[in-house]
């Protein structure tokens, strides 16, 4: 019996030494507990946008004038008299002026929880599961949030991608036969007809950006490129499509032939970007299930976000700062 325990015990040490070591790394970010003790309050809430938004204080979101005086009679509130009539009649800002929370009735508290919940949901949270979770009154205030919450996820300091360098489009809709029947466009549509193009590019192990594109023409996909990646790169990396086919005049391009099996030869494949493509299809598919063509931007906005900052130990301050 002795034998039996301690030929168990060290097969336990064995599988958790085993699974510490293949354990997925991942950044930590911030949790719902850590969401609880940070935000107890709407108090907390607005104190915290303070310091995101204005780090070194209050500024005029219009001239950016620092010189502004705090509204004794309504809080977090200020007074311009430089781009006001006169100092009879200064400029009134609150600190949601300008931002996506501007004119909002919703507390800031749901908000915030709402935003760490798309934050930290791989394949994203549809509006009507925060609903759900958080009683927001109605899925159309749930809905509201997170469009303004996508809109506001943008990066200011973007920088053109460099090193290896994939580029793919993708489409998205579903197919014909799964369609309503008032929705199909005719009984022998196959392929892409029908589907909302989207073209993205990405740094290996680094950054990703995509745009909904009209058409898969050569202006169109030569022009992407040309603006998000730098001249410096080290390779661009595409399928055989037509439209990638003046990239050699710029930039080191090459190309898989995937039509003859051919999907990686050496650094050459476009694996890094059908991954991403195959999260946010996972997440539109599993998720939110029907994506019109008119909010399809600000999901790329949401997922591409999302990814770029994977790493970001702070992606909810990152996040606010940006609203």
């Known amino acids: 019996m002795l034998v039996l325990t301690t030929t168990l015990l060290f097969a336990n040490i064995w599988i958790m030494k085993d699974w510490k070591e293949n354990e997925p790394k991942f950044t930590r970010q911030m949790t719902l507990s850590d969401f609880e003790r940070m935000f107890p309050d709407e108090q907390s809430c607005w104190t915290y946008l303070l310091l995101r938004r204005w780090p070194a204080g209050p500024k005029c979101p219009r001239c950016q004038n620092d010189h502004v005086y705090e509204s004794t009679t309504r809080p977090w509130h200020w ?21 996506i929370f501007e004119e909002t009735k919703l507390p800031l508290r749901s908000w915030f929880k709402t935003l760490l919940l798309m934050l930290t949901s791989k394949k994203g949270i549809s ?3 925060i609903h759900r979770l958080l009683g927001t009154g109605s899925y159309r205030s749930a809905w509201y949030m997170c469009m303004r919450l996508r809109a506001g996820m943008f990066d200011p300091d973007f920088r053109q991608l460099m090193g290896i360098v994939e580029v793919d489009e993708t489409y998205i809709g579903g197919k014909e036969k799964n369609k309503h029947r008032s929705k199909r466009i005719g009984p022998n549509t196959k392929g892409t007809t029908g589907k909302q193009p989207v073209i993205g590019a990405i740094s290996r192990k680094g950054n990703v950006v995509c745009k909904m594109i009209e058409t898969t023409d050569t202006p169109t996909l030569d022009g992407f490129v040309r603006r998000v990646v730098s001249d410096r790169v080290e390779l661009v990396a595409t399928d055989e499509a037509y439209g990638n086919q003046k990239l050699s005049d710029k930039f080191r391009h090459e190309s898989g032939r995937h039509s003859a099996g051919e999907y990686v030869r050496g650094k050459v494949h476009t694996q890094s970007i059908d991954s991403f493509w195959a999260l946010l299809k996972r997440g539109i598919i599993g998720t939110y299930h029907n994506v019109s063509r008119k909010h399809l931007p600000l999901y790329l906005n949401e997922f591409q976000f999302r990814f770029n900052n994977r790493k970001e130990a702070d992606i909810f301050g990152k996040a606010i700062a940006g609203c």
Do not use: M, V
Not at 81 to 98: A, E, I
């Open 79 to 99: 007074q311009c008299k430089k781009c006001g009539k006169d100092n009879r009649s200064p400029y009134r800002f609150s600190l949601k002026t300008g931002t």
């Open 127 to 129: 509006a009507l599961q």
